[in-house]
């Protein structure tokens, strides 16, 4: 037995609120759509902010709630694609800003919004060897910058933001048994890059993404609990990836979830694709939701095609 265990959490959402009246000024959409079909009334978006800002925000608070210092920590990974240079990496960013030592691996990683689990796993991994145990994983995201303002579809969707947590790594504690997976669509939803002249732009084909993703997510569900061997009453809180909030009422329905259970914020901040998770763990956290031996089963899906689950505690 080993694994990690999240010992604490920490957020930064820009300052600008983008509301849907805003957005019904400037493009052919209206808050009664946006409201029903995704749950979204607000999102925000920076303006003065930089992704390096966001992400040094959300990863000091991590380490203070956690009551770490920089030089504990062995491992730094940021789940994001949209960091402020293609290289160096919001990791290597967040080294120099936050002070963490030489030797502490930091790096970024693009599994689009399912990122933050794919990090999760890779820290547990990382920390096996590491010769500091603790970690921090960030979600980070400045969607904004690749907005495409002329497609109603997906620019009203999205938010930026950064969630973090840091993580322990100890022999006596469970695994988080993750499920990752991705089959390789170039089409279906993603941002486009190198090969196109025009600047960077998120494309999306809404209907078929969403069908994906409601099956996505009880699979991760059951998947997890299989590996874990748990059972849907051994996980205190479900926390879902926030794209939208018809998905995971389909969820909460299939499996009987109590609204004591579940959490939703994409009301608030959209869909910040790697950041939406962490986001939700580190609220639910202030709010006292989950604390000292929680369980939380964690599922994501997105741009990839890309999907994952975990069954986390907190120390
Ligand atoms: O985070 C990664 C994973 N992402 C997801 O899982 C997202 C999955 N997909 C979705 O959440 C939904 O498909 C969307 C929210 C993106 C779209 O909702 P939808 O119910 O699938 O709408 P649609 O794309 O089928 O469009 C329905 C209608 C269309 O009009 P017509 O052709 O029926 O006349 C669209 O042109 O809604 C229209 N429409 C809009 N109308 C007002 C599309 N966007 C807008 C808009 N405002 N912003």
Redesign the pocket.
Known sequence: MSGIKIKGTGRFVPAKAITNEY?STI????DE??TS??GIKTRFHCTTETHTDMCVGAARQALENAGIKPEEIGACVVATFSADYLSPSAGCMLQRELGLPHDTVCFDLNA??SGFLFALHTMECLLAAAPRKYGLVLGAEMLSRFINWED??????FGDGAGAVVVEWREDYPSIHALLGCHGDPNM?GVTGAEKPAPARIF?H??P??K??VQAVPYCIDQVLERSGKTMDDVDFFVF?Q??A??IDLAVRKYHIPPEKYYKNIQKYG?T?AA?IPLVISELHDLGKVGPGSRILVVG???GLTWGGALIEFA
């Open positions: 957005l493009v052919d959409t209206n759509w946006i079909r995704t689009a919004c109603r579809g997906t620019c009203v969707l939803l999306m809404g209907q993404t969403f994906f993703a990836h794209a939208n018809r998905i869909n694709s939406s899906f997105g741009g």
